[in-house]
């Protein structure tokens, strides 16, 4: 009977477990490819070391050409197709012998049976030497034993391995590598990116996760997340057994983290592209190179939606190609991750450093656990730990300094924090984020794998403060923590009276300027006495910026050209190193002083601009010749507040040798509004067809999108549209008061009245139409005190009515303020409005003691004694300016 002839069969060889066991892959026939272990028939090999474990109790060391025997298979056979025969005895369970041949042609390539034999690498089965098959194996057994060759040398001991198989202190052997590249061999998978190897030319078995990835993971129990299973036979198929290198940069948990180096490029990116891995933040940071490709890899599979990726929705913000990118100039550092910036077409950008966190306030809870309130007069930036370095660091590096900023995300606006643009700004080719978390000034903000909503240079930015945590710096320094304890002496008279012969005797002073309230009106911080004083500039008048008005909610309307100057000073000395002089301190502890800029004199700079005049007491100060001369030229070149001088006509007195004038310059107006204490609202009549064209693009922007009645939430202070109850149009009105049932109180802007509406007649603005100034200018007349009894006021303000509202006058501004007191003439009769109501008996006349008015103030008081002589409306019961009545009128 004869023996039937083997069947030849084709795999793929996955795996080497000794020298004479080896795992091949079969060609699949659809589903996960099956695989046999084969041990090669009529030879055995020595066997490899096995460590100690759980269920090993016992350590073996390797015999005699172990190692050697298992490398010639994996060399020659590792990851390659080739030809095999497989039997299983009747007494296995699962193993299989056969014979492998080394290639898919088994008449030329190698049997590696008879190879290993040769180099007397294994030895015959006993009892086998007899079998006639093997007679050829008998003889390459007995020419590698007479040649002396592997097994049957003379120095077997010499080949077995010298097993590490543990790292006594793993940090310290990666440091030690400082990232050098160590030869490898992949001996175990246990998922998609975690792998154990062995570190050669030592010997040493470590666990090692791949830098940067995380796969989905296979637990003991054989459960698996989905794709896991497809991701270690991608790894497997790849890289199992295969000669590499790696290079170790982290540990975590006593598991290495490393990055596989490979001719065929980096496998986490090839694991990332083909959807079997996710980008892990930490992970990423340790990296010494390619994090960028993994996250372009990560990206790609995400938009092609690849297998962990299936169900993905980006939530990256689309943004404008043209809003994008823009650069400017850094005008203020809000604290350690805001700042505004001042762009090419003049307008201000407050922008937010992308995925970054300034240092915080650390949490002190009280025994109910609550929040505990912070101290009077704490002060964020002082106060809290590392934020004033931080708000320092970007202030000496970028106010006043040219940006590129990129956006990278808009975070909508949530409860009471409003919308923040989230950017990459770049100063001198550095990113001001990565450098603020590389000094430890600041903390990265961690998201979710599927957040796309962060910084353009994220992994950057986790490098950087993986090297701050490992240097223990700023927040995260145990020790050496910096304090700055500060005080302020704004609005403490008392404390600034402390201070004031410290820092009048100081002359030149070194300061920053930490907040601009006006042109001239600041507070800054004096490093040398750790003291934040407000400074008023001396020597100038400077018209007021818009401020909170006293008493009442809203804000008071801005002096002329007062917002100018408030933008000047600003861009000249906000968050600037400065020097000043202190020579006074007024009631309020507000210090009067001088204040240079790189040797330039800011109330100098201010009276040059035309945005101030110069104050009296400037006469007697050094510096009073260099303010007189700014002001002539300003007033020559007629800018800002001279935009309007004219010089009249002089009404010459000789008093006291002064020459005394009073400027005439009168614009045409139409009074729109009176209201109820005798102040009226006038429109110019030359703006009147710009403010009609402005009517006419937002109603007409209405009637092609009507708004959406109660989506816009008004807020005190908004200036917004909204329908006017009379005639249903649209119009521009401002937020005064919010009251009861959804209800605002709102002003008017361009007509001067007011009503109280829903919110439900209020909308948004289109855009652009928000920026006119309004065309309604409040006005008081000149010198006039309207009554206190509510009964002669209303007939006083009735008269006022009659004789000016919805006419065309003539008004001349005679006292700047809020509102400014004017003359109101009557082009067709060139009658003095106001002097006509004290003719009248309606009103009184009020004290000035300005000597360009005396004039205009006498012919005042001489009809106020015509009207009392008549004994007209007030003065009907006599003399009511005898007892000085606070019920007629007159103010103490």
Known sequence: MTTPAPAFKIGIVKQVLSGDTVVIRKQPQGGPPPEKVISLSGVTAPKLARQRTPNNDSETPDEPFAWEAREYLRKRLVGKEVIFTSEKPPNSVSREYGTIWAGKDRTKDENVVEGLLAQGFVKIRDGARNIPQL????????????????????????????????????KAFVNKLNGQPLKAIIEYVRDGSTVRLC??????????????????????????????????????????????????ESVNNNNFVGTIVHPQGNIAEALLSQGFARCVAWSLAVMKSGASNLRAAE????????????????????????????????????????????????????????????????????????????????????????????????RKKLVGK??????????????????????????????????????????????????????????????????????????????????????????????AKKFFPFLKRAQKTDAVVEFVASGSRMR?????????????????????????????????????????????TKEKCLQRDVKVTIEEMDKAGNFIGWLWLENENLSVCLVEQGLASMHHTAEASEFG????????????KRLGIWNDYVEVERVEKVTNSRVIERVVKYDKVIITEITQDGTFYAQNIDLGSKLEALMEVIRQEF?????????????????????????????????????EDKKVHILYIDYGNREIVNYSRLAQLPAGTESDQPYATEYALLGIKFPVDPEDRLEAV????????????????????????????????????????????????????????????????????QAKASRLNLWRHGDISEDDALEFGARR
Not at 211 to 236: H, M, N, V, Y
Not at 434 to 439: F, P, S, Y
């Open 299 to 394: 990206r790609t599979a995400k938009e092609a939606k690849l297998r962990v990726w299936t169900n993905y929705v980006s939530n990256a913000p689309v943004i404008p190609a043209k809003e994008k990118e823009f650069s400017g100039t850094v005008l203020e550092v809000i604290n350690g991750d805001a700042m505004v910036v001042k762009t090419g077409n003049n307008t201000q950008k407050k922008v937010f450093l992308s995925s970054i966190r300034s240092p915080r306030e650390k949490n002190s809870n009280d025994e109910e656990g609550k929040q505990s309130p912070r101290p009077k007069g704490f002060k964020p930036v002082y106060d809290i730990p590392w934020m004033y370095e931080a708000r320092e660091y970007l």
């Open 703 to 739: 009637k092609n999108n009507a708004p959406l009645p109660g989506s816009f939430v008004p807020k005190r202070g908004n200036i917004c549209a909204a329908r006017f109850s009379m005639d249903e149009q649209w119009y521009r009105a401002k937020v005064e008061k919010i009251v």
């Open 199 to 248: 570190l050669l030319p030592d010997y040493v078995p470590i666990t090692m996760m791949l830098s940067g990835i995380r796969c989905p993971t296979i637990k003991q129990d054989g459960e698996a997340e989905p794709f896991a299973q497809e991701a270690k036979f991608f790894l497997e198929s790849n890289l199992l057994q295969r000669d590499i290198e790696v290079i170790l």
């Open 798 to 865: 009735r008269a006022l009515s009659s004789d000016t509202l919805n006419k065309k006058l003539l008004v001349n501004v005679e006292i700047r303020g809020n509102p400014s007191s004017v003359t109101l003439v009557d082009p067709a009769t060139n009658a003095d409005l106001g002097k006509n109501l004290i003719k009248d008996g309606l009103v009184l006349t009020e004290k000035l003691r300005e000597p360009r008015l005396s004039s205009l103030m006498a012919d005042y008081r001489s009809a106020q004694e």
């Open 524 to 568: 800054i911080y004096i490093p040398k006495e750790s003291v934040i004083v407000t400074l008023l500039l001396a020597g100038i008048n400077c018209p007021r910026a818009a401020r909170p008005a006293v008493g009442c909610p809203g804000m008071q309307a801005p002096e002329p050209f007062g917002e100018e100057a408030l933008q000047f």
């Open 625 to 636: 010749r260099s303010i007189k001369s700014a002001e002539e030229n300003a007033r020559n």
């Open 135 to 170: 007679k050829k194996l008998v003889e390459l057994e007995d020419q590698a034993k007479a040649q002396g060759k592997g097994l049957w040398g003379t120095d077997v001991q010499n080949h077995v391995r010298d097993i590490k198989w543990t790292v006594e202190n793993p």
């Open 402 to 495: 040219k940006v590129n900023v990129t956006v990278d995300y808009i975070q909508p606006a949530k409860d009471n924090f409003p919308e923040k643009i989230c950017c990459t700004v770049v100063a001198g080719g550095t990113n001001v984020a990565e450098a603020l978390v590389n000094k430890g000034l600041a903390t990265v903000v961690s998201y979710r794998n599927d957040n796309d909503q962060r910084s353009s240079h994220y992994d950057k930015l986790l490098e950087a403060e993986l090297k701050a945590t490992k240097l223990g710096i700023g927040v995260h320094a145990k020790k050496d923590i910096p304090t700055h304890r500060i005080q302020d002496t704004s609005g403490d008279a008392a404390k």
